[in-house]
């Protein structure tokens, strides 16, 4: 089916480890987000790539890092990760202009 | 800067009757305005959005919005509320020239059979 894909669904990471969280889409869309969902905190927005080959920062880029390796791929990587990390992760797409975000189904990610 | 209130973290109502989700927005320029539903453990689907035209916005599963200049609000509504509608919903606003949207706090929607 066509959408958003994310790798892995869960994961448990101890502090300071490091893990990179993939995303793909596969609809040709231009501009890809990551997002994380905190309980009261809705999503916050932690990076976007607004076209292949350029990324910018979103509300809360501390302590991640992206990579946009190619129009359909958006990385996500924890150098060091830390508790306050723990997080469910979303990525999603959008084809531009007056088009909303396809969402991927998430990575549900624990630091202990 | 832009941002998004929905005051109620929660919002209970009894199967058959009308619901209302409330939103509000602050954006410089034009807003894009968007509803989203999360189930348990899912990703976020797209309900309706406002982009545009009439007030008034028709979505998937019966919902519709209602967009008011003035109060700065978008209000998700449904005439009669079906158990299934309970989940999480998630208002979020781009403004004309940027390309990224911001989401509100969520708001969790209980409908008692």
């Known amino acids: 089916n066509a959408g958003v894909t994310q790798t892995p669904k869960f994961q448990v990471l101890k502090t300071g480890q490091s893990m990179t969280l993939q995303c793909a889409q596969d609809?040709?869309?231009?501009?890809m987000y990551w997002y994380r969902q905190d309980p009261g905190m809705g999503l916050r927005l932690i990076y976007y790539?607004?076209?292949?080959?350029?990324?910018d920062k979103g509300e809360v880029p501390n302590g991640y890092n992206v990579s946009r390796l190619n129009k359909r791929e958006f990385s996500l990587r924890l150098e060091s990760a830390a508790p306050s990390q723990t997080s469910v992760y979303f990525c999603?797409?959008?084809?531009?202009?007056?088009?909303?975000?396809?969402f991927g189904s998430g990575t549900r990610l624990t630091v202990v | 800067a832009q941002s998004v209130a929905q005051p109620e973290d929660q919002v209970n109502v009894a199967e058959g009757n009308p619901l209302t989700v409330k939103c509000t927005y602050s954006?410089?320029?034009?807003?894009?305005l968007f509803w989203y539903v999360q189930y348990p453990n899912r990703g976020l689907q797209f309900l309706l959005k406002?982009?545009?035209?009439?007030?008034l916005v028709k979505g998937s599963y019966g919902f519709e919005a209602e967009f008011n200049k003035s109060q700065t609000s978008f209000h998700l509504k449904k005439p009669s509320a079906l158990v299934s509608d309970s989940a999480l919903y998630f208002c979020?606003?781009?403004?004309?020239?940027?390309?990224?949207?911001?989401f509100g706090s969520g708001t969790k929607l209980n409908v008692k059979p």
């Open positions: 999603a797409s959008r084809e531009g202009g007056y088009y909303g975000y396809t």
């Open positions: 609809m040709n869309h231009n501009s």
């Open positions: 790539s607004a076209s292949e080959g350029t990324t």
């Open positions: 954006v410089s320029g034009n807003p894009y």
């Open positions: 406002y982009i545009t035209g009439d007030n």
């Open positions: 979020a606003v781009r403004a004309e020239n940027f390309n990224k949207f911001y």
